[in-house]
């Protein structure tokens, strides 16, 4: 079974721009999660989505944003980039939310960084 | 709201040596626990999970780690270091009534493995 795939790997933007990262979670999983990962801030849960609606959401402010398609794959956006947006962006996926149990499922990643 | 806390940003072993890394956990309610492994350029992959099924947990690679609700504790060990165990290890905290609901990480341990 293939993993989360994440595309693109590698992006560079500068200031002011937007950004959108795409996400394939693993065949019929349901649930997609985005994480933020700086030197910095480390690991930071952004947001998920189930069945194309917003779950949960972290504490970012509201340049991020996502969506998610009915086949499950999901797409984060930022707008107006500042250059402490710069970081590795991560997708998970799992079977279904609420099963806190559950395993989380990581992509590669996608590497932005502003300019 | 729930927190980890790694202690050792960096730990080096030789090869062969016992493998120690500490987290430690705050939760108010009983929490489920994880370790990760990043190596460079990668995404997160699960080495092991504690679901309040059994205190200690064997995972992948050799590893295990032992929940100890009387100290707050979940940390990870492994008998003997190999070379291929080089990598970010990431202890992550997931409990009912979070908020957010996503995985709560902890700042990461870059183990070392001196030959």
């Known amino acids: 079974k293939a993993g989360v795939t994440q595309t693109p790997r590698y992006l560079i933007k500068t200031r002011g721009q937007q950004v959108t990262l795409s996400c394939s979670p693993i065949?019929?999983?349901?649930?997609v999660s985005w994480y933020q990962q700086t030197p910095g801030q480390g690991l930071q849960f952004l947001f998920e989505y189930f069945s194309e609606t917003q779950r949960n959401k972290g504490n970012f402010p509201g340049r991020f944003s996502g969506r998610q398609f009915s086949n499950s794959r999901s797409e984060m956006n930022v707008s107006t980039l500042e250059l402490g947006d710069s970081a590795l962006y991560l997708c998970?996926?799992?079977?279904?939310?609420?099963?806190?149990?559950?395993?989380?499922?990581f992509g590669p990643g996608t590497r932005l960084t502003v300019l | 709201a729930q927190s980890v806390t790694q202690l050792g940003s960096h730990v080096s072993v030789s090869e062969g040596a016992l493998v120690l890394l500490r987290c430690n956990y705050s939760?108010?309610?009983?929490?489920?626990l994880f370790w990760y492994v990043q190596y460079p350029n990668q995404g997160l992959q699960l080495l092991l999970k504690y679901t309040s099924a059994a205190t200690l947990v064997k995972g992948i690679n050799g590893f295990e780690a032992e929940f100890k609700k009387s100290e707050t504790s979940f940390h990870l060990t492994k008998p003997s270091a190999h070379m291929s165990d080089a990598a970010e290890y990431f202890c992550a905290v997931r409990a009912a009534g979070g908020g957010a609901d996503g995985l709560t990480f902890g700042k990461g341990t870059h183990l070392i493995i001196q030959p």
């Open positions: 065949s019929g999983h349901r649930s």
């Open positions: 998970a996926s799992s079977f279904k939310p609420g099963q806190l149990a559950d395993t989380q499922y």
């Open positions: 939760s108010s309610v009983p929490p489920y």
